[in-house]
């Protein structure tokens, strides 16, 4: 489960090697391994990026996904769609020894990288994120432009006034 306190952070920019791997930054590699273990999820995300998380923290997140959807038998379209996705677009990774990361041909794809490619990898609280780096510098661009109206509906979240608006 995701401990408070042990939050990945930080943004680096790794080349993936001739094999597509990429060794995780020392910082975010050493908050898995001395929180959380080398047993993690990766899982595309709708923001053309890929999320790391933890197995503890997936396990414990997705639980509870699946516990707020109550019944699923044979269930919703729509919560019929969020298992296929969760199931379908990840996968279970052991990070190895040396600190690496493989990318999967399908992973690949999807970030539209390859052998050579730059890639950003980014700490984002309770997980790891790798991003295409002219994606994740357009991203991160557009959303500081924004940060003042991000920070005042985030705030107003964690203060309990109003819903999130995923804009």
């Known amino acids: 489960m995701y401990q408070s306190g042990q939050a990945f952070s930080g943004e680096y920019y790794h ?72 199931g379908a677009t990840s996968l279970e990774i052991t990070i190895a020894a040396q600190g690496r990361v493989s990318l999967s041909e399908s992973f690949r794809r999807y970030l539209e990288v390859a052998p050579g490619d730059n890639v950003a990898v980014v700490g984002a609280d309770d997980r790891i994120e790798i991003w295409k780096a002219e994606r994740w510098e357009q991203y991160i661009g557009e959303q500081m432009s924004r940060y003042e109206e991000i920070a005042e509906r985030t705030m107003g979240l964690a203060n309990g006034n109003g819903k999130e608006s995923g804009r």
């Open 15 to 86: 080349q993936l090697d001739e094999k597509c791997r990429i060794k995780l930054p020392a910082k975010l590699l050493n908050t898995l391994l001395d929180s959380y273990g080398r047993e993690c999820r990766m899982i595309r995300m709708p923001e053309k990026c890929l999320a790391i998380y933890p197995k503890g923290v997936w396990e414990g997140g997705w639980s509870e996904v699946l516990e707020r959807m109550g019944p699923r038998v044979p269930g919703s379209a729509d919560v019929r769609a969020m298992t296929r996705i969760a």
